[in-house]
């Protein structure tokens, strides 16, 4: 048995041999009874955005109608019996002028057994036998449209009028009903057909004016559609499918792409399944007692040859005819006959639920313990939601009551901010999302630690001149750093916009109102005017991943071009972006590399999950599936399985190809040319070799052996070498070269904390004052970055310290540097990275115990302050130097020590200075010219 990827040109990939379809008894899960569950809970999870589409995408969510065409000709054993189809654009059903129905359709077999309409049954029946021999992709795929009438007419329930049928292997009876009414004045796919065979095309949409393409597929006004004619395409909906039910010919329908997922395989790896059949074909489930089924031992491991596909356990006759009481099937006699399911399960009934096996995996008694579930998913001081959940086994039972746990105000969205005309004022209605939302019409969402996107407006009348804007930017950046981090502020000349993340348990809506205030009071002092200065409401946006991080950003910097004000952004002295992105406008996509910013946290059983994007559509949609089974069972105590998904990045590796593009292993190719002139060659033939950068893989015959690597440099340098190639979400290409400089890492920080002559610690008798500071900055950063998967720049920060602690006369003739304490304290940090070198150093120190197992350290805020700061200055909004000022300097002084740095200086020769900005202790930006 193949999978459809599996066959090409109706032949399998491998061996290229003919390949039917032929009918399988199997197993399916009823996935599809939770597609709308599957799909509504996706935004509440901190997953990338491309990984929630994809999902989305894979379930399908479509609305539309069923209409029901009666048949005006049809083989007898469908004689009163319309044919269903189900349509997204029941706006189109004027324009339907045939219909087509799959080849495995009922009505095809029907006309096979009884022709009718002078159809040619012989050209029907070999069109169906070459259609079971393409794959469904295949199907899809065929530019080429083909296909065979029918015979049978059918009436359109709009016009009245007889439309043939006919079957082609470019509709699936997977999805839908098998039928289609084809409209090819709106579908391109129709068009084609009709075109080919000679079929009516009626337009139902006006296309726009010099249209002169086929099918239109865009929005426009209703044409030759009787009642639907001038009506727009969203409306025109609506109003078909209002007369349809009124007339009993069709009803309002919501679809989906997801099937059933198959749930059998035909090999002898996999569960059995705990079912048998009595001699009427009837299933019966084996006794929990008997379980589990465990596979017969088997010598012959070849598929069974058999023009009837049967599995590979049908081999074992003997295990597969038993009996009930052999089987463990209490509800028949014990000596009934029996014969034991023979397909098996897939890796997936493993792998959907392993994560929650890990929780308690020495229970004999259950896949997991209560106890240990709520532990480890939600912490044993979390509520019991079991009262939440469906006893029913009904699908409409275990829907309305399980609702109830995934809107429970400690795990979704917590409203906040409404206002007396809010039409939701009890907070149990409205929008269930957090996505742009006005203050004066609904309520507003925030969630702990999420990035927003702000904008609100000045009142009618009150424009910002340069003072006021000054002020208000002052007000924007206020609170940066210690209740909020500001990404970004643009003060145009009425109406603010700000990217900002609140954090130390600040709210948004608190910080803009005291921006607000704190503004709105300065501005009417410096103008010497009255009365309110902003608008009461105010937009927001979460910003949910990267990519929307890019396009607010860009949206933030451009919008004083946008608006007329400037030619250059650069120009504009109200738009501040913080140092941590600055700089990065204008260069990645669309104008914004991708920035790191706190993302918000959302409920999930697994708190943090790694593992690749090409999981999105099979183990992480069949997880999820899984885990809501168990939730709604009372198994399990949150429905998500995986809070939080990132995607490490691929690791790149050279790879070698010959001419004919085959594959050479790494360790069969030279270079018989220099390190700058390459000349690599098969060692075996001599015959030379292409070098590609590819993901090491066993496929690619390019994978590096870590026992080598471990072997020359040790477990810890290979570890941290992985952990410090890049970002972990980022692909990387593996360097043996570059392992060097982490053994020099861990060999100098063994020196630094150990006597290499008589193994005795190097320690100082008293903390240097820099030192202890640096140190708390480097246990701070290193614990930030930890939680950010953000290893590499951790690895960076203790480089750095490492640098810093290094004696002015080296590592093998220096002082120590470094107290026992502090010793203790950066190998606490140094664990995760090199386990077994800061167990050895600690235990040279004389420390108890594991320091895998010791508290991480603690560090002091005021540590992390700088008595001076460095900030950059901007010239025409461009950073173009960096000066250093006491951490308390006032505007005046940052504004001289700035002018009169040398490299400022200089760029300002032969110009006027028109304005000094300064954000004290932030930036400083130069509008001169």
């Known amino acids: 048995a193949l999978a459809n990827e599996e066959v090409i040109d109706g032949k399998s990939e491998r061996g290229g041999f003919p390949v039917l379809r032929k009918p399988l008894r ?104 070459h259609a079971k021999n393409l794959s469904d992709v295949q199907r899809q795929e065929n530019k080429e449209k083909t296909g065979v009438p029918l015979g049978v007419e059918a009436i359109n329930p709009a016009t009245g ?43 139902t949409v006006q ?116 009996t009930a009481g052999e089987a463990g099937v209490s509800s028949l006699p014990a000596n009934t006959p029996v014969i034991r399911e023979t397909n098996t399960m897939p890796g997936w009934a493993g792998s959907c639920w392993y994560y929650l096996r890990y929780c308690d995996p020495h229970n004999d008694d259950r896949f997991v313990g209560r106890a240990a ?125 700000w990217i900002v993340r609140p954090f130390n348990g600040a709210e948004l809506g608190s910080l803009v109102s005291g921006v607000k205030r704190y503004s709105a009071r300065r501005v009417n002092e410096l103008t010497k005017t009255e009365g309110s200065l902003w608008c009461p409401d105010r937009f927001d946006h979460i910003v949910r991943d990267e990519r929307w991080f890019r396009e607010f950003l860009k949206y933030v910097v451009e919008n004083p071009v946008e608006a007329g004000i400037v030619d250059d952004a650069r120009a504009y002295a109200w738009t501040f972006v913080h140092p941590d992105v600055l700089g990065q406008v204008g260069q990645g996509k669309d104008g914004v590399e991708e920035t790191r910013f706190g993302e918000p946290r959302y409920p999930g059983g697994v708190d943090l999950y790694v593992g690749g994007a090409e999981h999105a559509v099979l183990h992480l949609l069949y997880a999820r599936f899984w885990h809501k089974v168990l939730f709604d069972l009372g198994e399990v105590s949150t429905p998500e399985p995986f809070g939080k998904l990132f995607h490490q990045g691929l690791i790149l590796s050279h790879a070698y190809q010959r001419a004919d593009k085959s594959l050479v292993p790494v360790d069969q190719v030279e270079n018989r040319g220099t390190e700058d002139k390459p000349e690599y060659v098969e060692k075996a033939t001599g015959e030379p070799v292409v070098q590609i950068v590819a993901k090491m893989s066993k496929s690619l015959k390019n994978v590096v052996n870590p026992d080598d690597v471990i072997a020359e440099f040790g477990a810890d340098t290979f570890r941290l070498y992985e952990m410090y190639m890049g970002p ?89 540097t470094l107290t026992g304490d502090q010793i203790g304290r950066f190998v606490r940090i140094l664990s995760p990275f090199a386990p077994h070198m800061a167990e050895e150093i600690h235990a040279r120190l004389g420390g108890s115990g594991l320091v895998s197992e010791s508290s991480w350290p603690g560090y002091d805020e005021s540590m992390l302050v700088d008595d001076e700061v460095e900030i950059p200055v901007q010239i025409m909004g461009k950073v173009r130097s960096k000066i250093r000022v006491p951490a308390d300097a006032d505007a005046e002084t940052i504004e001289k020590a700035a002018l009169a740095d040398e490299k400022i200086a200089s760029l300002l020769e032969g110009k006027t200075v028109r304005k000094v900005i300064v954000v004290p202790g932030r930036m400083v930006n130069i509008v001169a010219n």
């Open 26 to 129: 199997q197993w399916q899960f009823r996935i599809t009874a939770y597609a709308e569950r599957l799909l509504d809970d996706l935004k509440n999870l901190d997953w990338p955005a491309s990984t929630k589409t994809q999902q989305a995408e894979w379930i399908g969510r479509s609305e539309g109608a069923f209409i029901d065409f009666a048949l005006a000709r049809a083989p007898s054993a469908h004689e009163g019996l319309p044919l269903r189809v189900f349509t997204t654009r029941p706006d189109t059903l004027f324009g339907a002028t045939f219909m087509v129905v799959a080849p495995e359709h009922p009505l095809v077999t029907a006309v096979l057994e009884e022709p009718c309409g002078g159809c040619d049954r012989e050209q029907i029946r070999s069109y169906v036998e």
């Open 161 to 203: 009028k007889p439309i043939p049928v006919w079957t082609a292997d470019y509709v699936l009876m997977g999805y839908g009903t098998g039928a289609i009414m084809a409209v090819p004045g709106q579908d391109e796919r129709d068009w084609a057909f009709a075109e080919k065979f000679g079929l009516p095309i009626i337009r």
């Open 207 to 322: 296309p726009p004016e010099g249209w002169d393409g086929d099918a239109y597929t865009g929005d426009g006004p209703a044409i030759n559609s009787g009642f639907l004619d001038g009506l727009g395409v969203a409306e025109a909906k609506a109003t078909m499918i209002d007369w349809l039910e009124k007339e009993g010919k069709g009803r309002r329908k919501v679809n989906y792409k997801l099937r059933d997922w198959l749930f059998s395989r035909q090999r002898y790896w996999g569960e059995p399944f705990p079912i048998v059949y009595d001699e009427r074909g009837f299933h019966h489930g084996v006794d929990e007692s008997a379980l589990p089924v465990v596979l017969p031992p088997m010598d012959d491991y070849h598929p069974v040859e058999s023009e009837d596909p049967q599995p590979l356990l049908a081999k074992a006759h003997d295990w597969v005819h038993t």
């Open 373 to 497: 579930e709520r532990a480890w998913m939600l912490g044993t001081s979390a509520p019991d939601t079991s009262a939440l959940r469906a006893e029913s086994s009904s699908i409409e039972s275990i829907r309305s009551q399980s609702i109830l746990a995934r809107f429970d105000p400690s795990v979704r969205l917590k409203p906040v901010g409404f206002v007396p005309r809010d039409p939701y004022p009890d907070g149990k209605k409205g929008p269930a999302d957090d996505l742009m939302v006005s203050i004066r019409d609904l309520p507003h969402f925030e969630m702990p630690e999420a990035t927003y996107f702000v904008t609100w407006r000045a009142c009618e009348g009150r424009v910002l001149d340069d003072r006021a804007r000054d002020a208000v930017l002052e007000a924007l950046l206020h609170f940066d750093g210690d209740r909020c981090r500001v990404y970004a502020a643009c003060v145009m000349p009425d109406h603010v916009h």
């Open 728 to 816: 972990l979400d980022a692909s990387k290409p593996w360097d043996t070269r570059a392992i060097g400089g982490m053994f020099r890492f861990l060999r100098d920080v063994w020196r630094l904390c150990i006597d290499e002559q008589t193994g005795e610690p190097r320690v100082a008798g008293s903390p240097d004052e820099n030192l202890e500071k640096l140190l708390h900055r480097t246990i701070a950063k290193v614990g930030q970055d930890i939680e950010r998967l953000a290893f590499n720049t951790a690895i960076a920060a203790m480089i750095e310290f490492k640098n810093a602690a290094t004696p002015k006369g080296g590592l093998e003739s220096g002082p120590p």
